[in-house]
């Protein structure tokens, strides 16, 4: 008997003695099919993780993309393909809005049975400034092998935060346009209980706080 499976791109053949059962035959399948599909998914393996899990809105949000290539290959990676991708959710499983395809600016090469590592801020690529719980997976497309390696997810919450000092300043004027009003910046000092200590962090925004341009943890606040 032959059994021809196109979603792994293999053939089988199988043959059959009289007096086998069915039932063997189809655990003998199912064995078959496990561990070819283990070797085909085991050869690059994709790992994420997160250096915290509690974060402000607008925060910077590091992660960590290790990749393990067990092709029996080089792999190449160039900087102006999309071959390192992000797939975000939030709690009510609503897809999280892309603002800009990731990048990594550099030109990669891992040989075979190397470890790479990639440390990226997301947050410029995603819109994570809604208060809520976030699930993260990285997929690495591999295009010598035309296929997409997935990570386990991972899982991160944002939350407000607690406003202990604002002051609206000026900014100083273009001196080559004196006529044009000076912009405004609004400064904060938001108190977050990250850990099980207290942290102080640094928000610039604009007077209205419908744009931040900067949030930034100082250390750990003494009250």
């Known amino acids: ?8 791109g293999l053939r089988f ?7 086998v059962s069915m039932r063997r035959l189809g655990l003998a399948l199912c064995a078959l099919f496990w561990m070819t599909s283990s070797s085909l998914w085991a050869q ?7 250096k915290q899990k509690r974060f402000l809105p607008h925060e910077r949000i590091f992660v960590t993309v290790k990749l393990t290539n067990f ?17 975000a959710e939030s709690t009510s499983r609503k897809i999280v809005p ?8 550099a030109d990669w090469v891992v040989k075979s049975s190397e470890v790479a590592t990639i440390d990226l801020n997301v947050e410029p690529f995603y819109d994570f400034s809604s208060l809520d719980r976030y699930r993260l997976r990285a997929s690495v497309w591999i295009e ?6 997935s990570s386990d997810e991972v899982t991160f919450h944002v939350f407000p935060g607690v406003k202990i000092w604002e002051q609206v300043f000026g900014m100083p004027p273009d001196p080559e346009k004196p006529e044009v009003a000076p912009e405004l910046r609004k400064y904060a000092l938001i108190q977050y209980k990250r850990t099980d200590k207290p942290v102080l962090y640094f928000r610039l925004t604009n007077p209205e706080e419908t744009k931040t341009f900067e949030v930034y943890p100082f250390g750990t606040s003494v009250s």
């Open 44 to 50: 690059v393996k994709v790992e994420l993780s997160l």
């Open 13 to 19: 053949s199988l043959a059959t003695r009289k007096g």
């Open 144 to 149: 010598a092998l035309r296929r997409e390696f």
């Open 98 to 105: 892309k603002k800009s395809p990731v990048t990594v600016e």
């Open 71 to 87: 092709t029996g290959r080089d792999l190449r990676f160039s900087p102006t393909s999309e071959w390192l991708r992000f797939y």
């Open 1 to 8: 008997m032959a059994l021809d499976s196109r979603k792994q």
